[in-house]
């Protein structure tokens, strides 16, 4: 079935007129460094093609080629020459952000599903989702070895950043003998591993280490659920000068702590939605269950949500619901 499927997305690739790429909003290093590799092959083979993504890109992953060409701005969805659909790393449209944006369309084009999340909707007219790979990265990296497609140095480095960064540098569960074999030949193939170790894991600001600080300090256990839990707001960000993406990690760096059966942190977004994140090391938590009653999704040890504010009650609300899933 991947491999009938990857064949059937590479004929659709080859058939259409002009193709719109889609990383998932607040996008990591998975959803872009699969958008970037898919951006430079078609560059390669004159493929017209486009990008779009519905928040903005944090500078830390200014560095993947192509990035900067992604466009924030909806009106790219009026061009009727677009056929193709391809959409990375979202479970359903809504994650995406761009659900509204495709019932605008005069036309429906073609959907390209390419995933590896559990809670994935299925909602593309071809759908390559493997929910055991490490990544969406893990994914592209098949279907280019499928289809006999040479991957150069600069998608090796795409292509090895999400892989690097959703398994933490191969630390936390998503790590598998395969996700660490397709690093080794991503790595024979040019896949700039300094470049992306700068760039996610070192060159932090003192600001940052200070943001880093103040929502470590905030951490309080919920005992009748045994979750870990802290929050960061938007007044801290502007006190602090610092970007919300400066925040990236610190969801992944709390599978360290030795204390409860799950984190979450909260954050509070410019339009003052709560954005969750669970993370887990343990086998009898499954953390995408909790994520997906709240409108989110992800994997059993690492899933996301959204909620609607204040990000004062949202940890209660959150418990709330946890409590109705375990009576249930």
């Known amino acids: 079935m991947l491999k009938h499927t990857a064949n059937q997305i590479y004929i659709a690739i080859q058939k259409a007129t002009e193709i719109l790429l889609i990383p998932h909003q607040h996008p990591d290093g998975d959803t872009l460094g699969a958008v970037s590799s898919c951006l430079h092959f078609f ?38 020459m677009i056929d193709l659909l ?5 479970g359903d449209l809504r994650y995406a952000g761009v659900d509204h944006l495709l019932r605008r369309m005069k036309k429906r084009p073609t959907i390209v599903n390419i995933d590896h999340h ?23 990296h098949r279907f280019f ?16 950043t ?23 030949q991503l790595l024979s193939r040019g896949g700039n591993f300094t ?22 300090s905030r951490l309080q256990k919920n005992k009748a659920h045994d979750i ?7 007044e801290d960000l502007q006190r602090l000068i610092v970007p919300e993406s ?30 969750g994140s669970f993370r887990t090391t343990r086998n009898d938590v499954d953390v995408s269950v909790w994520a997906k009653a709240l409108g989110g999704g992800g994997h059993k040890k690492a899933a996301g949500f959204a909620i609607s504010p204040p990000l004062e009650t949202a940890a209660e609300r959150i418990f709330q619901t946890i409590e109705k899933l375990s009576t249930a």
């Open 162 to 184: 999400g892989v690097l960064t959703d398994t933490d540098a191969f630390s936390n569960a998503a790590t598998s003998s395969g996700a660490l074999a397709i690093g080794s």
């Open 43 to 80: 560059s390669i083979i004159g493929k017209p093609a486009q990008a779009y993504c519905a928040t903005t890109i944090s500078p830390r992953l200014q560095y993947l080629p192509h990035v900067n060409s992604i466009s924030n701005d909806p009106l790219i969805w009026n061009n009727e």
């Open 145 to 160: 070895m499928h289809n006999k497609i040479t991957i150069d140095k600069t998608m090796a480095t795409a292509l090895l």
């Open 195 to 216: 470049k992306i170790l700068n760039a996610i894991w070192k060159e932090k600001t003192l600001s940052s280490l200070k943001i880093w600080g103040l929502t470590f």
């Open 246 to 275: 400066e925040l990236d990690g610190v969801a992944n760096f709390l599978n360290f702590l030795n204390e409860g059966k799950a984190t979450l942190i909260l954050k509070e977004l410019p339009d003052q939605t709560v954005k």
């Open 118 to 140: 559990v809670t994935n909707e299925y909602f593309g007219d071809y759908n390559l989702v493997i929910p055991n790979a490490s990544s969406t990265t893990e994914i592209m």
């Open 228 to 234: 870990v839990h802290t929050f960061t707001t938007q």
């Open 86 to 90: 391809m959409v990375f790393d979202s």
